[in-house]
């Protein structure tokens, strides 16, 4: 516990030191970097030692005479520790030369203590060991992220999405404290741990208001509209930690919920299942249909937390009709992903920074060519997209093959079980082409190809801080990639704790480490054919003249940057497929009459959640509300009468008693 | 050991089985048709050649056939041929197969974009598309075969005891399997229907606009990786055909030469009588595929 506590000190104090330095901006953002940087690395250490020695620690004090504040370490906590200091540290770092206006002191050092409030916040919630601490810890997180999301205030929509993003968060909070609610009342303790004693249908009640709660924060497909609009409208390290952690303490909440529960039941793992397979598919048919980049990144989000629920879904599956290997592969893939979606997204949102540090702008379809003139951006966003696709030999392919293989251990399964698994099998493989398709859109348009505008064309390299941060990401992305067997040891061990109740043999971690086998075999064949072909192919061009010509343009003589295929072409055809779900609006105004004017052509995908949630939620209750609002008059005396009357109902009430 | 002496042998032996196609199609409008070794020779006279780039390209254009060819190469030596044990075999290698393919065509679609040629982005677009409906059929099939056989390896389909052929009790089923794994073929491998390889200059092609910008040694790995993906389809579709044989003899080596080329027959006939379809018919012909894929699953509910 301690290194944890001298982490988190650090990580404090180097949020609130930078307020002092306001006017000495590279001292301050040197401070605040460095010192958020050193805390998490302490912490990381920390996390990764106490994961090891599998001592349980614990620490407590009582606030307010009444209200217990207590901490424990396990497993699953030390687990969903490194994603947090391992992010933390690295895109602290980046924002070193991200955070490049000189004019906004003050905005920075507030910024930077925010910034440390909301990864010592994320380490209180994965360390909270009641529910007081856990809310408390939960608000200190929602509001401080709230306030990162707000750093360009001065644009509209930047206020617009911290806005939504407040409603969310606290919305979700509000259940949230409704499940502990029942739980507090039934039990009368405030320990999460006494949930086990409620009753089967008390259970269902509690973990479903809890999953509106913490699915909304970790973006579950109908609660997930902030997402798309509060990653984009945050500074690029932001949204990384945000979307690459920040989400993840959601699917942290669901687990300890379902820890603490303990359910038997069925029903909890075919609900995660069915919520993981549309997130999923429905996260990546909306990502091919963004124009921007962050945008599409933060859909990416609601994708993977899919895949991740998958798991899950199928580790409580595996759970609850006895099938231990299917539980504990199922388990240790979501966690997995967990933390390969932490690496892999954190460099995809930092490379989305670069580019915008870069060229000015985020819109797809005005940039282009951006591969030679960032070369190392490119390089680890391309490693960082076939990374996200899950394809191999990187690291997105390791969990998706562990859930794959959980998948299939279900074969035996009853009907509807089988059913659900094997729609499981079939949305990841379409999650997986889709993916393909979206981030080959991104590579192609962004980085591919001839700069469609003026400032693609300007683009430059951003500077060192961002790109070390960006080259380690991808590194560890590689690094999984090709030796899992020494990185899935956490979240094997975490897997193992939500599992403890179902009896279970080392043979099943037997069969892990062989599966991580394999994935290194069939990366290492992989790369030695492809060294050997590159070699032939080496051989055959030596002593050749390979000439450089303008692309071949079918006997189109004068083309221009203009011509090339849009992001909004490319996923036309795809988009198309899915209407029913994604629909489409496009403005398009052709060119008319002898002399005509400027055609323009515009299209937006519409999110179903969001349309649905707004016409038929939202604007219902502001409506019946406009009808009560003559009850706030502001007249105060008949406010007191309010009270007096509220007060006097409540006191007959008590005396019915 | 014999599987290696077999992987080389089919290595080798794949550019000829697609000349059986141009054969066929030859043969059915009545014309002598190519060579027997015409994609050697093509291959050949590719590999001679220097390469003109475009000047948009990066790294990736030159990268990408170089991972198709290994990613396809990788594949066969997951695949049991005739019987024999491949060179390399794991539970779940039939996902790092596909998923290999799938890095393979991310790479494709990714140096077709690198040419800012507004028609190789028509056919990238169309490759993404198609691919993620053939995965579903592909995945479900493997679904099927895991609760055929409780394997998940190229291996446990199709040797040893439990192997899966037309010729068990489930084997009716398998006619569904095999339509579906058919029609896959001819969408992956850019075949008709889906797709003609036989002309450069249609707009409404997929893999081969993708390619236009391609020469030299580099288009000629792209070919050869072409031959070796299909040469993979043809033997997943072989051994669900050929009845289970114990040991690898000259009988067996035989008849799977024959069902492949059968199969390779088979794509010509169906060449040379169709009519390839309009972009909007692809994926329902695609999405045939998986509903009998699905259909096929959903039986063996009732069946064990």
Redesign the interface.
């Given at each position: 516990m301690k290194p944890l506590f001298l982490s988190l000190i650090t990580i404090l104090a180097s949020g609130v030191l930078p307020l002092f330095f306001y006017k000495r901006f590279t001292l301050l953002k040197a401070l605040a970097a460095g010192g958020i940087s050193l805390g998490c690395m302490i912490g990381l250490s920390g996390a990764i030692n106490s994961l090891y020695t599998a001592r349980p620690a614990a620490a407590a004090w009582t606030w307010l005479h009444i209200l217990p504040l207590s901490l424990h370490v396990d497993t699953l906590t030390a687990f969903f520790l490194i994603p947090i200091f391992l992010i933390g540290s690295l895109s602290a770092l980046y924002s070193f030369h991200y955070l490049s206006d000189q004019t906004k002191g003050l905005r920075t050092a507030a910024h930077y203590l925010f910034f440390s409030l909301l990864i010592a916040a994320m380490a209180f919630v994965v360390m909270a060991d009641d529910m007081v601490t856990f809310l408390l810890a939960w608000e200190f997180m929602s509001i401080s992220s709230c306030f990162l999301v707000v750093y360009d205030y001065e644009q509209k929509e930047t206020r617009h999405a911290a806005y939504i993003y407040f409603i969310f968060t606290e919305a979700g909070a509000l259940f949230i404290f409704a499940a502990f609610g029942v739980i507090y009342a039934v039990t009368g303790s405030f320990n999460l741990t006494s949930a086990a004693s409620l009753l089967p249908d008390i259970k269902l009640l509690v973990f479903f208001l809890a999953f509106i709660g913490f699915g909304s924060k970790a973006g579950v497909f109908p609660l997930h509209i902030w997402l798309p609009h509060a990653h984009p409208a945050a500074p690029s390290h932001v949204s990384a930690l945000m979307s690459g952690v920040m989400i993840k303490m959601g699917i942290y909440g669901i687990l300890r919920l379902y820890l603490a529960l303990s359910p038997d039941s069925v029903i909890f793992g075919r609900g995660i299942l069915i919520f993981g397979i549309v997130s999923g598919v429905l996260g990546v048919v909306y990502a091919m249909g963004q124009h921007n980049l962050k945008r599409l990144l933060a859909y990416h989000s609601i994708e993977n937390i899919g895949i991740i629920l998958i798991g899950l879904g199928l580790g409580m599956t595996g759970v609850s009709v006895g099938n231990p290997a299917m539980a504990f592969l199922g388990f240790t893939g979501g966690l997995m992903h967990v933390l390969n979606h932490a690496i892999f997204k954190a460099l995809l949102f930092m490379g989305a920074g670069s580019v915008f540090h870069g060229t000015g702008t985020l819109a797809i379809d005005r940039l282009?060519?951006l591969?030679?003139r960032m070369k190392i951006t490119g390089l680890t966003f391309?490693a960082g997209s076939?990374a996200i696709?899950?394809?191999?030999p990187l690291n997105g392919?390791v969990s998706e093959?562990f859930i794959?293989?959980g998948a299939?251990q279900g074969?035996t399964l009853e009907?509807t079980d089988?059913l659900l698994v094997?729609l499981a099998?079939?949305s990841?493989?379409?999650i997986?082409?889709?993916a393909?398709?979206c981030?080959?859109?991104v590579?192609?348009?962004v980085f591919?190809?001839?700069p469609r505008t003026d400032e693609a064309g300007r683009a430059h390299e951003s500077d060192p801080s961002m790109l070390y941060a960006m080259g380690i990401l991808a590194v560890c992305s590689i690094a999984i990639g090709l030796a899992p067997a020494l990185f899935v040891g956490p979240s094997a061990m975490a897997a193992a704790t939500l599992l403890a109740k179902t009896p279970y043999d080392n043979t099943i971690y037997s069969d892990l480490m062989?599966?991580c086998k394999?994935?290194s075999?069939?990366a290492v064949?992989?790369l030695v054919?492809?060294v050997?072909?590159?070699m032939m192919?080496k051989g055959?061009?030596r002593a050749?003249?390979?000439?450089?010509?303008?692309?071949?343009?079918?006997g189109f003589t004068r083309?221009s940057?203009r011509?090339?295929?849009t992001g909004a072409?490319?996923?036309?055809?795809?988009l198309e497929?899915f209407r029913p779900v994604a629909p489409v609006h496009e403005e398009y105004i052709g060119p008319a009459g002898v002399f005509p004017s400027r055609a323009s052509y515009h299209s937006r995908l519409n999110d179903i959640a969001e349309d649905l949630e707004v016409n038929w939620m939202a604007l219902p209750i502001v409506r019946l509300m406009r009808h009560l609002r003559w009850i706030q008059h502001g007249n105060i005396q008949l406010y007191i009468a309010y009270i007096v009357i509220a007060i006097a109902a409540l006191l007959l009430a008590g005396l019915w008693r | 050991m014999e599987g290696l002496v077999l992987l080389i042998i089919f290595l080798f032996l794949a550019p000829f089985f697609s000349t059986i196609i141009q054969k066929v199609k030859a043969f059915l409008v009545g014309k002598q048709g190519p060579p027997l070794f015409i994609n050697y020779f093509t291959l050949a006279k590719l590999l001679a050649k220097g390469s003109v780039y475009s000047a948009s390209t990066t790294f990736i254009f030159r990268l990408s056939p170089v991972i198709s060819l290994a990613a396809s190469m990788t594949a066969l030596l997951f695949m049991p041929f005739a019987g024999a044990a491949p060179i390399l075999s794991f539970q779940g290698d039939v996902i790092l197969v596909f998923y290999l393919f799938g890095l393979a065509r991310f790479f494709t679609i990714c140096a077709a974009l690198d040419t800012a040629s507004p028609f190789e982005g028509m056919g990238a677009a169309r490759e993404a598309y198609f691919a993620f409906l053939c995965e579903a059929a592909v995945f479900t099939v493997l679904v099927l075969f895991y609760r055929l056989t409780g394997s998940l390896s190229l291996t446990g389909y199709f040797t040893g005891p439990d192997v899966i052929n037309l010729w068990r009790p489930e084997g009716a089923l398998l006619l569904l399997v095999i339509a579906a794994m058919f029609m896959v073929l001819l969408a992956e491998n850019s075949r008709v229907p889906v797709d003609d390889p036989a002309t450069h200059l249609e707009l409404t092609m997929i893999h081969e606009v993708m390619v236009l910008d391609h020469s030299g040694p580099d288009l000629a790995f792209i070919e050869l990786g072409a031959f070796l993906k299909l040469f993979f389809y043809a033997a997943f579709i072989a051994n669900l055909v050929l009845p289970s044989r114990p040991t690898v003899g000259f009988a067996g080596i035989a008849s799977f030469f024959v069902a492949i080329s059968v199969i390779y027959a088979l794509v010509g006939v169906i060449e040379s009588i169709t009519a390839r379809f309009k972009m909007g018919l692809v994926p329902k012909f695609i999405l045939t595929s998986f509903a009998l894929a699905f259909f096929a699953t959903i039986l063996v509910l009732e069946l064990k």
């Open positions: 282009g060519g591969m030679k391309l076939v696709c899950g394809l191999p392919f093959f794959y293989n299939f074969r009907k089988f094997m099998v079939i990841l493989a379409v997986g082409g889709l393909v398709a981030f080959t859109k590579i192609g348009i591919l190809g001839e062989t599966l394999d994935i075999l069939g064949v992989f054919l492809l050997i072909v590159a192919r055959f061009y050749k003249e390979t000439g450089l010509g303008p692309t071949w343009g079918c083309p940057p011509i090339q295929y072409s490319f996923a036309a055809s795809i497929f | -």
